[in-house]
């Protein structure tokens, strides 16, 4: 089986949601010259053929444009994660990089700016991602590029759990909507305990939503089916509530790190079966 690798390549981001995963800990960003390198390992593994980049918020790294234009040419599938808030600012988001990337990922939560606010969802000033600009970033990444999947990703909270986006599906081309029930991490000082939706919420929000999309799929737990680099290169270990180092891409082969990964392949194959 081939993989698909998550690099996570910045931690930093222009929200602070209040159950954000990256919490990694060093903020400094790994140089192009050492993600190439990261690339380079991934692809002489033989086992990679994806790369997801991800962060924090992935165009807030200064390289961002260089980093996946290097993947790209290496010839991997390339998708991204953003929260889209930036997406639409050309500085950070050449237009010409969605015809780089298969698939678009984008965060959203909520449709209600109290909502997102209240979950952290929001940069300093309070601006939000608004359905607007989730219509007008849809529209542009599909001008670009006609054959890009859009996939969204919403993880389920308390502070979301009733709510009902069923207008996204009805209005808008969404190839994929993951729904996620929010992973308990706990890490130094952060905790989203307090979040944490109950399994008949999530059951719930899911099949309220299950009509308005062709692909929507639960997923309830990532542990060991996600491979995570963090932002210096290190593949993690998320079994417990934090991370546990498992090696860098650094200084070691990809293929010798993940060998000690105790990776739930099963899991990892059902997820991407699709
Ligand atoms: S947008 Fe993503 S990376 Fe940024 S704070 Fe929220 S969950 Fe974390």
């Not at 939000?128 to 006609?146: C, E, G, R, Y």
């Amino acid at each position: 089986m081939a993989y698909k690798v998550n690099l996570h390549i910045t931690q930093k981001c222009n929200y602070a949601c209040k159950y954000c995963f990256a919490h990694f800990d060093n903020n400094n960003d790994l140089s192009l010259d050492q993600w190439k390198h990261i690339i380079d390992n991934l692809k002489n593994s033989g086992i990679v053929d994806a790369i997801n980049f991800a962060g924090g918020e992935p165009v807030l790294h200064k390289d961002f444009p260089a980093i996946v234009s290097y993947a790209y040419n290496q010839g991997f599938r390339l998708s991204l994660i953003t929260n889209g808030s930036l997406m639409l600012n050309p500085n950070l988001m050449p237009p010409e990089l969605f015809k780089r990337v298969d698939t678009l990922g984008i965060s959203v939560d909520s449709i209600n700016p109290q909502t997102l606010i209240a979950l952290g969802a929001c940069n300093k000033s309070q601006e939000v991602l608004t359905f607007d600009k989730l219509t007008q970033l849809i529209a542009l990444a599909l001008s670009v590029n006609p054959n890009i999947r859009i996939k969204l990703n919403t993880v389920i909270t308390k502070l979301n759990e009733k709510e009902d986006l069923t207008i996204i599906g009805k209005q808008l081309n969404i190839a994929r909507w993951k729904f996620l029930r929010m992973k308990l991490f706990i890490h130094n000082n952060f905790n989203n305990s307090p979040l944490l939706s109950n399994q008949g919420e999530f059951d719930n929000f899911v099949a309220r939503h299950t009509k308005v999309s062709r692909d929507v799929v639960p997923e309830n737990d990532l542990t060991r089916s996600y491979i995570m680099i963090d932002n210096q290169g290190q593949l993690l270990d998320d079994e417990t509530e934090n991370y546990n180092v498992v090696g860098s891409l650094l200084t070691e082969d990809f293929t010798k790190v993940f060998a000690r990964y105790s990776f739930d392949e099963s899991t990892y194959a059902s997820r991407y079966a699709s």
